[in-house]
């Protein structure tokens, strides 16, 4: 069982509202990842992170934003949610490159 | 364009045959690939890598193969079992020996397996 948790595992929340997914790691890991799922379809990255301060943005544009201010710590924020955001978020780390990466539970969001 | 093939349609075999799934991709050059496993409403869970140089590996049930040429891998679970039931990634590594792993996903085969 990996150590990586993300909360909340639910969220409905309408159209306009501010939201943070949470993620935390315990493995130590320096490389976090974010990933989108909608039912059926591949995992897309939207952001990944080297390490402390150091944050990217992956190959499918995403009104997000994540920080990286510690290592174990790795949240994603929409500033205002829309239905065309309603999805699942998945994040991940690793460790050495070639490495595994490790997931979390996932967040369902739906934006009404 | 760049993309990963998978199965789109579900896998059904019997309990203990050996379920055979498959992954071709097309203007990438993976240093490596792997293959994960996804259950409904989780996130998915490694189970095999593969090196670029390697042909074969195997993990208790599960072998994979790994073709650069032909552009494709081969997934293997023998003498199957319902709790094997699930939907099963490729993952390829396309980092290139950079130094940070960048994955790009298929969408996955589901396989169920009968009793």
């Known amino acids: 069982e990996a150590d990586i948790y993300q909360t909340p595992r639910y969220l409905v929340i309408g159209t306009g509202k501010k939201i943070t997914l949470e993620c935390s790691q315990t493995?130590?890991?320096?490389?976090m990842y974010w990933y989108q799922q909608d039912p059926g379809m591949e995992l897309h990255l939207i952001h990944y992170?080297?390490?402390?301060?150091?944050?990217e943005k992956g190959d499918l544009s995403s009104e997000s934003t994540v920080s990286r201010i510690r290592t174990e710590h790795f949240p994603l924020t929409l500033e205002s949610a829309r239905p065309s955001h309603t999805s699942q978020y998945l994040c991940?780390?690793?460790?050495?490159?070639?490495?595994?990466?490790?997931f979390g539970p996932g967040t369902r969001l739906t934006v009404l | 364009s760049q993309k990963i093939e998978q199965n789109s349609e579900a896998l059904n075999i019997q309990e203990g045959k050996t379920a055979t799934l498959t992954c071709n991709y097309t203007?990438?050059?993976?240093?490596?690939l792997q293959w994960y496993r996804q259950d409904p409403g989780r996130g998915p869970v490694f189970l095999l890598l593969?090196?670029?140089?390697?042909k074969e590996k195997r993990k208790e049930r599960l072998k994979v193969t790994f073709d650069t040429t032909l552009k494709q891998s081969l997934f293997h679970i023998t003498a199957s079992q319902p709790a094997d039931s699930a939907t099963y990634l490729c993952?390829?590594?396309?980092?290139?020996?950079?130094?940070?792993?960048?994955?790009?996903f298929g969408t996955g085969t589901r396989l169920l397996v009968s009793p």
């Open positions: 991940a780390s690793s460790g050495l490159a070639g490495d595994t990466q490790y």
């Open positions: 493995m130590g890991h320096d490389k």
């Open positions: 992170s080297y390490g402390v301060n150091s944050t």
């Open positions: 203007n990438y050059s993976p240093a490596y």
């Open positions: 593969i090196r670029e140089n390697e």
């Open positions: 993952a390829l590594d396309i980092s290139g020996h950079t130094g940070f792993q960048k994955l790009v």
